[in-house]
Structures are given as structure tokens and as C-alpha cells.
T-cell receptor, first 114, second 115 residues
Framework: SQQGEEDPQALSIQEGENATMNCSYK?????LQWYRQNSGRGLVHLIL?????REKHSGRLRVTLDTSKKSSSLLITASRAADTASYFC??????????????FGTGTRLTIIP | NAGVTQTPKFQVLKTGQSMTLQCAQD?????MYWYRQDPGMGLRLIYY???????DKGEVPNGYNVSRLNKREFSLRLESAAPSQTSVYFC??????????????FGPGTRLTVL
């Protein structure tokens, strides 16, 4: 079963605008990660936020985490054509064997219009 | 430093055929993972290996077997392929078997079609 659900499923914006995508999850987590996937390629890690953190920045990326609402958002500022990709949130949980497993959402397809 | 490599990139099988997907990483990571990605489903974990010599089932293990050959290599085997196994398969690795804060590094994927 999917732990994370991204919203919206697809988003198209003009180059230079900001893009916001959201992720909701169901159970307690240790951390939440965002990944990017360009068409036909593997996933690339973007940013990780721990369960005791509320906001984190990395370059043009800003991630927030609200554990009381079980939700996270990813903001990409000043979007570029190269940001066109699918974005996935992944929640990190400790398994019974002490190993962390990631559970991925279904993704948001972001298109930047030049 | 190639990261995570997967072979083959593409494969077409007939129902009932078997094949092995290969994965190798050169980052000295302890943990390795196999996922499948289907349209509208995100990535689902098939099997993982927390460390050399151990393997465990993920969310969708039926129809698959894995082998952690050594620290570098983690293979996924389909013994009798079925059309439902048509998917894109991704291998990933991460640094430590213990918990907390491990980003995963992904290979480029294998696109498998079962006719």
C-alpha cells in the first residue's frame, strides 16, 4: 500500500514561477525524502527532512514537514525548464529488522513551460 | 565512479521464461534494494538486502527471488515470467544497514516486457 500521496498529480507552470507540490502520508515516520525522476531515468535524491525538523532549504528547494497533519510540501523557486520531471516523496520507517525502508508516493509530474 | 549500474537496459520475455536482472554498486554501500515502477503506482519495494548475506521481502515479493552475491552485487530473478511482471525495475543502494537518514542511490532501470 502507498504510504505517500502527492498532490497535484500533474502541474504545469511558466518558467520563472514557483512550483509547490504536496505529500500526505498515513503513519509515523523517521524522515521524509523528496526525489526527482527525469523521463526514462532513475530517481535522484533531492532533500531529506527529519521528523523533528519543520523546514529545510537546499538551493532553490524548500521543504516543510508538519507531522501533526502528516504532510510535507516541496517548493521549487524560480523554476527552470530543466526542472521538468516527476517528483516523489518517500517516507522512511524503521523495519522490524532495524533497517530503514522507504515507501514512495505516486509522484507529481511537473512541466515547466519556457 | 559509476554509482549503481543495471543490466540489461531493456528485455522482452515470453510468458514462462526466466531471467536475472543484474545490479552492482561501487560506493561500498551496505544496503541494496529492488523496486518496480508501474504507471500511477509509484515505486514498490520487491526485496531488499540490509547487508551482505541477508535478504528480506518487501511489499511485492511474489514471483521473484534475489541473491546478494557479495557487497557490490544484488540480482533479481524471475523464475517464470508473467505479463503482470511487465514493469520498469530499479535497483538502489544506501550506505548503512542501520536506521536513520539514509538517502538511496538509484540505477538507470531495466524496462521489462513480458508477452
Amino acid at each position: 500500500s502507498q504510504q505517500g500521496e502527492e498532490d497535484p498529480q500533474a502541474l504545469s507552470i511558466q518558467e520563472g514561477e514557483n512550483a509547490t507540490m504536496n505529500c500526505s502520508y498515513k503513519t509515523s515516520i523517521n524522515n521524509l525524502q523528496w526525489y526527482r525522476q527525469n523521463s526514462g531515468r532513475g530517481l535522484v535524491h533531492l532533500i531529506l527532512i527529519r521528523s523533528n525538523e519543520r523546514e529545510k532549504h537546499s538551493g532553490r528547494l524548500r521543504v516543510t514537514l508538519d507531522t501533526s497533519k502528516k504532510s510535507s510540501s516541496l517548493l521549487i523557486t524560480a523554476s527552470r525548464a530543466a526542472d521538468t520531471a516527476s517528483y516523489f516523496c518517500a517516507t522512511g520507517l524503521i523495519s522490524n529488522f532495524g533497517n530503514e525502508k522507504l515507501t514512495f508516493g505516486t509522484g507529481t509530474r511537473l512541466t515547466i513551460i519556457p | 565512479n559509476a554509482g549503481v549500474t543495471q543490466t540489461p537496459k531493456f528485455q522482452v520475455l515470453k510468458t514462462g521464461q526466466s531471467m536475472t536482472l543484474q545490479c552492482a554498486q561501487d560506493m561500498n554501500h551496505n544496503s541494496m534494494y529492488w523496486y518496480r515502477q508501474d504507471p500511477g503506482m509509484g515505486l514498490r519495494l520487491i526485496y531488499y538486502s540490509a547487508s551482505e548475506g541477508t535478504t528480506d521481502k518487501g511489499e511485492v515479493p511474489n514471483g521473484y527471488n534475489v541473491s546478494r552475491l557479495n557487497k557490490r552485487e544484488f540480482s533479481l530473478r524471475l523464475e517464470s515470467a508473467a505479463p503482470s511482471q511487465t514493469s520498469v525495475y530499479f535497483c538502489a543502494s544506501s550506505e548503512r544497514p542501520e536506521h536513520l537518514y539514509n538517502e538511496q542511490f538509484f540505477g538507470p532501470g531495466t524496462r521489462l516486457t513480458v508477452l
